[in-house]
């Protein structure tokens, strides 16, 4: 063989790869071409769904908002999402209410959406397909205030400056506050927040009690009333409409602010940003916040065992549940809520199967869903504990845990906001469910 004639066959091998490839081409751009971008399809699911914490300022360890911020953690999003880590929204979708006011979560569309976004490349796609930018709050901003039209809150109640050491046991700070108010005040919104992005690295829970002289509340026990509790990854409560909590002048706030240490001194304040009705206009309804134990002041949970404890509480009237947060620590696995009615029937409100302790969500149950309950029912709350190495946030399961207030013990317990009713109302209340659920059935063909 010559060396023309290997040079020739060389051209041919060449020719016919080259052939092969352009064969190829038109299928891999059509893929390519069919995948999701960011631009046009993840951008809006991120804005939606993400970027309330996933920005700059904010409490979220990255930004989300621009391809140039995102790409970099493409990997990471599409762990997180596909075992459904984030957005944090961990109740059970089989069981229970499942129609919500703040549903954070990703449909099963979005969630393949952004798997094969990740899966294609990354690929950024048109610039020009953006969405608009979604305008946020400077610093940590107020969530509530824009939908009152406001810049921030109508008052602003802070409690005392707290320095925590950068290695100490956990601490807590139960100083009062004065509330400031001269005059009867509705209130229909409250946010809570440390005062700064890295106060959050400290404060596990703040709780803000109420107290004040009110001869026709129900009976306290002389205890001051729990007003709103804020934990990690907690927005605040908008209260439904008609429905507000009431301030007297002279009332005082009481705080229970728990802090942990995180290995640098910090110091922080806790701030609660109050929203009022407009002068005059006062809600048909009052809600109260409870908290509904499953195990108080009592827990045995062995080393390498998954534990249950069971708790209890009557209404006393007819009530409407606005909504539902579950209360752990590091062990926690699950907590369920269900109504034994005076029937003896018994109905799943709402399940967490997999509790996360880096996030205290509270589920806001939507208007045409939130459970109507008769007075006399029974409200039980059922939590687990996963004392095992299959728990990832637990420290060591070999060590015997009992009931506490560090991080390191256990408690279990329910926040749930209650509107009780009068006998008439709640009737009327039912009446108007069953009409609403009667105009949006579909007629059988």
């Given amino acids: 063989m010559t060396h023309g004639t290997i040079r020739r066959s060389g051209q041919f091998a060449l020719g016919v790869f080259a052939l092969g490839v352009a064969l190829a081409l038109p299928g891999v751009a059509r893929a390519q071409a069919s995948a999701p971008t960011f631009s046009k399809d993840v951008a809006p699911i991120f804005q939606e769904k993400c970027e309330a914490c996933h ?56 969630v ?24 946020w709050p400077e610093d940590q901003g107020w969530n509530f205030a824009k939908l009152f039209g406001q810049k921030e809150p109508d008052m602003i109640i802070k409690s005392h400056s707290f320095t925590m050491p950068a290695q100490s046991q956990d601490a807590w700070d139960k100083r009062m506050t004065p509330s400031g108010i001269t005059e ?12 700064t ?21 129900p009976p306290s026990n002389g205890l001051p009333s729990f007003f709103m509790e804020w934990a990690v990854g907690k927005q605040g409560e908008l209260m439904r409409p008609d429905t507000g909590k009431l301030l007297l002048p002279g009332s005082k706030f009481v705080w229970d602010i728990h802090y942990s240490q995180a290995g640098e001194e910090i110091t922080s304040q806790v701030e609660m940003g109050l929203y009022f009705y407009p002068k005059g206009e006062e809600p048909k309804y009052r809600t109260s916040l409870s908290l509904v134990p499953a195990a108080l002041g009592t827990m045995d949970i062995r080393p390498n065992t998954v534990s249950m404890a069971e708790g209890f509480m009557v209404l006393r009237e007819g009530a409407r549940i606005e909504s539902y947060q579950p209360h752990m620590h590091l062990r926690g696995k699950a907590m369920m809520v269900e109504a034994i009615l005076p029937t003896g029937q018994r109905q799943v409100i709402s399940l967490v199967s997999n509790f996360n302790f880096n996030w205290m969500t509270t589920y806001v149950y939507a208007d045409d869903a939130a459970p109507l309950l ?28 009992g009931w506490g207030d560090r991080t390191v013990d256990e408690m279990a317990h329910a926040w749930i906001n209650i509107v009780y009713m009068k006998d008439e109302d709640f009737k009327a209340e039912q009446e108007k469910r069953r009409a609403a659920q009667t105009e949006t059935q579909v007629p059988q063909q």
């Fill in 184 to 195: 009867p005040r509705w209130v229909r919104a409250i946010e809570i927040r440390p005062v």
């Fill in 374 to 401: 008769p007075k006399g029912t029974m409200l039980k709350i059922t939590a687990w504990h996963d004392n095992t190495s299959a728990k990832k946030t637990n420290p060591d399961p070999n060590q015997w845990v």
């Fill in 197 to 217: 992005v890295k106060g959050r690295k400290i404060t596990h829970h703040a709780i803000a009690y109420l107290q004040q002289d009110e001869p026709e509340a």
């Fill in 112 to 135: 393949e959406t952004i798997l094969r976004w990740v899966d294609a490349g990354a690929p950024q796609g048109d610039p020009k397909a953006m969405p608009a930018a979604r305008a």
């Fill in 55 to 110: 920005r700059a300022d904010s409490i979220a360890p990255m930004s989300l908002v621009t391809y140039q911020e995102t790409r970099p953690w493409a990997r990471a999003i599409k762990a997180r999402v596909a075992d459904h880590t984030m957005p944090p929204w961990d109740i059970d979708k089989t069981v229970g209410v499942q129609k919500f006011k703040n549903d954070r979560s990703l449909s099963d569309a979005e």
